[in-house]
């Protein structure tokens, strides 16, 4: 079993940027890949970025170019970096990963983007 823990949500105008950090309990990025996803209130949860353990990512069309993910093995942290924000980004983030037949999630982040 792991367990996930984000952190690095919180008010942002818009332009702004922040950094979010997926915690896991043990080493498994260099096993399993990560992935971001985001839930704004009445909205299904989408996925925003994905990450391979080879390094291969992929993001959403409505935050390519703005977002980047990545990982440090090292300190068993993924992140999602993340620029000039949009109202429209303001969501509750999400780090999730897929093992032993099931998805493990983070309990989630809050990112709010106002002026």
């Known amino acids: 079993q792991v367990q996930l823990v984000e952190s690095g949500g919180g008010l942002v105008q818009p332009g702004g940027s922040l950094r979010l950090s997926c915690k896991a309990s043990?080493?498994?990025?260099?096993?399993?890949?990560i992935d971001w996803y985001r839930q704004a209130p009445g909205k299904e949860r989408e996925l925003v970025a994905q990450i391979t353990t080879g390094g291969n990512s992929n993001y959403a069309d409505s935050i390519k170019d703005r977002f980047a993910i990545s990982i440090a093995n090292a300190a068993n942290t993924a992140y999602l970096q993340m620029s000039n924000l949009k109202p429209d980004d303001t969501a509750v983030y999400y780090c999730?990963?897929?093992?032993?037949?099931?998805?493990?999630w983070g309990q989630g982040t809050q990112v709010s983007v106002s002026s």
């Open positions: 043990r080493s498994i990025f260099t096993t399993y890949g």
């Open positions: 999730s990963t897929f093992m032993f037949h099931r998805r493990i």
